[in-house]
């Protein structure tokens, strides 16, 4: 059986551009791509914080080092700049692979720079 898994985020990311003309999609800094494990053309889930939308689209490179999180095409309704969004993507995971897995979390500050890295979110306490 297969079981569907967060494979990676990128949480808190700042949107720098929401770009309606643009080809769909959604271009992330390669290096902040790199460093949670998100590939070109790679389906991604966006939540964003500022207004609950919840969209689906593909990851596109910008410029390394440039810290851009462009909302492009249709999906830059559902973004503006400034707004904090959470980016993730999914793997498709057998049982026996579960075992060792470890989902790779990157946590940005306001400037999409990284603060801190993670395998694991902590338990929720009541």
């Known amino acids: 059986m297969q079981l569907t898994v967060l494979k990676c ?30 590939l070109p053309y790679e389906q991604i889930q966006i939540y964003n914080i500022a207004n609950g939308e919840r969209f689906t689209t593909y990851a596109i490179e910008a410029e390394a080092g440039s810290r851009i999180i462009s909302i492009n095409g249709a999906a830059a309704h559902k973004a503006a700049p400034g707004d904090r969004v959470i980016i993730c993507a999914y793997a498709g995971l057998d049982e026996a692979e579960l075992a060792s897995f470890k989902p790779s979390l990157v946590y940005l500050n306001e400037h999409n720079c990284i603060t801190r890295t993670g395998e694991q979110i902590p338990i929720q306490a009541a």
Do not use: F, N, P, Q
Request: a negative charge.
């Open 9 to 38: 985020k990128l949480h808190r990311a700042c949107v720098t551009h929401a770009e309606l003309d643009y080809e769909g999609s959604c271009a992330i800094d390669r290096d902040l791509m790199d460093k949670a494990g998100i």
